[in-house]
């Protein structure tokens, strides 16, 4: 019965974005399809956290512009004026960053008692200055290489499709990193310090031309698909059109988004997979166990720290993915666009109301969550002029009513989290229990 009952969820999820098809165009449908199953992957990333081993990770978007930072410097070319110009004083002052760390740690080991906090103190002050005195010269130069187009190092010059498990790559290390701090902590401080992190690396991201742009952001990415104007020249494309008896130029359109849908499905199914097959492993069910009751575990002489640090940087780096495939689907990096609130409340949303701990119902909510945020504005529209279709035109409440409309995506977001919450507080698709859950 709960099969068939899944098969209907998502029956009624497609179907919703057939409505938009038939309704609106099938341009608009398979753009929120795109945008669906990146945020199916990206709810994965904070399932396997959260449902797992009940880690509760704000800082979501921090990783997420990790992949975004992934795509930047795998696909771009590099500029050689600024490598010129001040790469190898920024290799110099990674070094010198280095041998900071590297003393400063030798010296805690070695010395003790008052004298180790004071040569701690003199190597991390003196590194801090020799580093910004090599760093602070290369980033002016770089900077200065034609600022309005350029103004950063570039990339690898390589296929974006890379930039994926790039991305992956570098949310994972800096899960590594955090998780090293911060999963000592329980519950809500680890919370906040997830929260912070994510600031950190966004406010890094927004300030460092030389590495990113800052808010110039990065145009013009390199696709994994070709580009409109190449099929609406292809020979091959235009006899295909010709075929289907439809226009060239709003067929190419599909035709890419299709390419993107193809693309994004072969991930999303890949890390549902490798998800679902973690989750019913010996590992899965202790990861659960430890979830459940921490103490229990602890006294039976598993590693709870560790486990959680695996846990972090396998969801971490799902997400990194993800955010990898938004910047490739946008076509270019905005670090202004992270907003660490608004999005992670949306991801935990998808993830509470498709069912925690159950990497179906991760996915469903990724859809589910995703369209009707993308719907309810367009769909709030029309319920306002239906409703004030009668009214005089000059009406002071028809013109609140009619501007009022977009905020209704707020309305129904919060109006379908509490209703899951009220019918069904496990999610739609809720955890199986049991060994084969």
């Known amino acids: 019965m709960s099969i068939n009952r899944n098969v209907l969820l998502f029956a009624g999820m497609f179907g919703l974005l057939a409505i938009v098809g038939f309704g609106q165009s099938w341009s ?37 512009a990790l992949g975004g930072v992934a795509a930047v410097l795998v696909s771009k070319p590099p500029v050689t004026e600024a490598w010129g110009a001040g790469a ?6 990674i070094v010198s960053l280095g041998v900071t760390i590297g003393a400063t740690i030798y010296a805690r080991r070695k010395l003790t008692g008052r004298v180790r906090n004071l040569a701690s103190l003199a190597i991390i002050v003196a590194g801090f200055f020799i580093t910004r005195g090599i760093f602070d010269p290369a980033v002016s130069a770089i900077e200065a290489i034609e600022p309005a187009k350029t103004g950063y190092l570039g990339g690898l010059g390589l296929p974006i499709i890379l930039s994926w498990l790039v991305g992956g790559l ?13 999963l000592g902590l ?22 460092e031309d030389w590495l990113t742009r800052g808010v110039k952001n990065v145009a013009g990415l390199e696709r994994p698909v070709p580009r409109e104007i190449e099929l609406q020249n292809a020979d091959w494309f235009i006899s295909l059109a010709d075929t289907l008896g439809t226009n060239v130029i709003s067929f190419s359109s599909i035709f890419v988004k299709l390419s993107y849908s193809v693309l994004f499905t072969i991930v999303l199914l890949a890390i549902l997979w490798l998800s679902e097959k973690a989750l019913k492993s010996p590992w899965g ?11 229990a575990a602890e006294a039976m002489g598993k590693d709870v720290t560790r486990r959680h640090l695996q846990v972090f940087i396998l969801g971490s780096a799902v997400v990194g993915i993800a955010g990898a495939m938004l910047t490739t689907l946008d076509g270019q990096f905005t670090p202004t ?37 993308i719907e309810a504005e367009p769909a709030g529209a029309w319920l306002m002029n239906l409703v004030t279709s009668g009214m005089n035109e000059g009406s002071a409440l028809r013109d609140h009513l009619i501007t009022s409309a977009p905020h209704m995506r707020l309305m129904v977001m919060g109006m379908i989290l509490l209703l899951v919450l009220r019918f069904s507080p496990r999610g739609l698709i809720p955890e199986k229990s049991g060994r084969g859950g």
């Not at 990333?45 to 704000?58: E, K, M, R, S």
């Not at 329980?186 to 300030?207: C, F, H, M, Q």
């Not at 069910?285 to 103490?295: K, P």
Request: glycine share 12%; charged share 10%; with cysteine.
């Open 28 to 64: 608009v449908a398979l753009t929120i399809f795109n945008l669906c199953l990146i945020s199916a992957i990206m709810a994965l990333g904070v399932n396997i956290q959260w449902g797992y081993a009940g880690l509760f990770n704000v800082g979501i978007m921090g990783f997420a």
């Open 88 to 93: 190898m004083g920024i290799g110099l002052a």
């Open 170 to 182: 570098f949310a994972a290390a800096a899960a590594w990193l955090v998780g090293k701090i911060a």
């Open 186 to 207: 329980r519950s809500d401080y680890l919370a906040i310090a997830t929260l912070g992190i994510a600031e950190i690396i966004l406010a890094v991201l927004k300030n």
């Open 285 to 295: 069910r202790m990861m659960r166990a430890i979830r459940d009751n921490r103490d």
């Open 337 to 373: 666009t992270y907003n660490p609130l608004r999005f992670t409340f949306l991801i935990w949303v998808m993830v509470i109301v498709g069912g925690s701990g159950n990497n179906w119902g991760a996915v469903l909510g990724g859809f589910l969550i995703w369209f009707v945020w």
